[in-house]
T-cell receptor, first 117, second 110 residues
Framework: GAGVSQSPRYKVAKRGQDVALRCDPISGHVSLFWYQQALGQGPEFLTYFQNEAQLDKSGLPSDRFFAERPEGSVSTLKIQRTQQEDSAVYLC???????????????FGEGSWLTVV | QKEVEQNSGPLSVPEGAIASLNCTYSDRGSQSFFWYRQYSGKSPELIMS????GDKEDGRFTAQLNKASQYVSLLIRDSQPSDSATYLCAVRAGTYKYIFGTGTRLKVLA
């Protein structure tokens, strides 16, 4: 597709439910990022993939959060046993090049809006 | 101290005026700086990137970088109501991690 595609766009989960959020990056993009954006805040880094390798998962808030990109294209962010504080927009972004160097622009998807009730 | 700081606003300017948005960062080793615009309910979109000290102009937008003062700014000339959005400053930390500020909400009054 032309841009980064995320699904579902909106998800309401009951506390304790598991959710899976999907990201389809721009075709051919090597780098893929997940960010969490709470209301009124800037995006917060969660994790980074270079192709299928998860090079950094330092931003994942707890072991309830898990991300994968098994074939180096589509990625899934899974949240187990959701809590109210997990309510946020989850943004996926991709960039053409591997990490490093100037000019490596990242492009964001529209986000998955998660509300935990 | 947050790694990237912005005034949350709102910053209100009349239509046709210059809007000035500011950002400071804490990592003196940072080399890459970005301004994103985010409309309510939408994803961030890149407006400008800047890597060298000085000014970089693109249409009505000018990014200014002062690494000695650890300061990045964005000027929007001839502001339009359609410029009303939240402007996010981002700094690339290390080789891939982008650190965002909380954003400044800009309101351009018709």
């Amino acid at each position: 597709g032309a841009g980064v595609s995320q699904s579902p766009r909106y998800k309401v989960a009951k506390r304790g439910q598991d959710v899976a959020l999907r990201c389809d990056p721009i075709s051919g993009h090597v780098s893929l990022f997940w960010y969490q954006q709470a209301l009124g805040q800037g995006p917060e880094f969660l994790t980074y993939f270079q192709n299928e390798a998860q090079l950094d998962k330092s931003g994942l808030p707890s072991d309830r959060f898990f991300a994968e990109r098994p074939e180096g294209s589509v990625s899934t962010l899974k949240i187990q046993r959701t809590q109210q504080e997990d309510s946020a927009v989850y943004l996926c972004a991709s960039s053409l090049a591997a990490a490093g160097g100037s000019g490596n622009t990242i492009y964001f998807g529209e986000g998955s809006w998660l509300t935990v009730v | 101290q947050k790694e990237v700081e912005q005034n949350s606003g709102p910053l209100s300017v009349p239509e046709g005026a210059i809007a000035s948005l500011n950002c400071t960062y804490s990592d003196r080793g940072s080399q890459s700086f970005f301004w994103y615009r985010q409309y309510s309910g939408k994803s961030p979109e890149l407006i400008m990137s800047i890597y060298s000290n000085g000014d970089k102009e693109d249409g009505r937008f000018t990014a200014q970088l002062n690494k000695a003062s650890q300061y990045v700014s964005l000027l929007i000339r001839d502001s339009q109501p359609s410029d009303s959005a939240t402007y996010l400053c981002a700094v690339r930390a290390g080789t891939y991690k982008y650190i965002f500020g909380t954003g400044t909400r800009l309101k351009v009054l018709a």
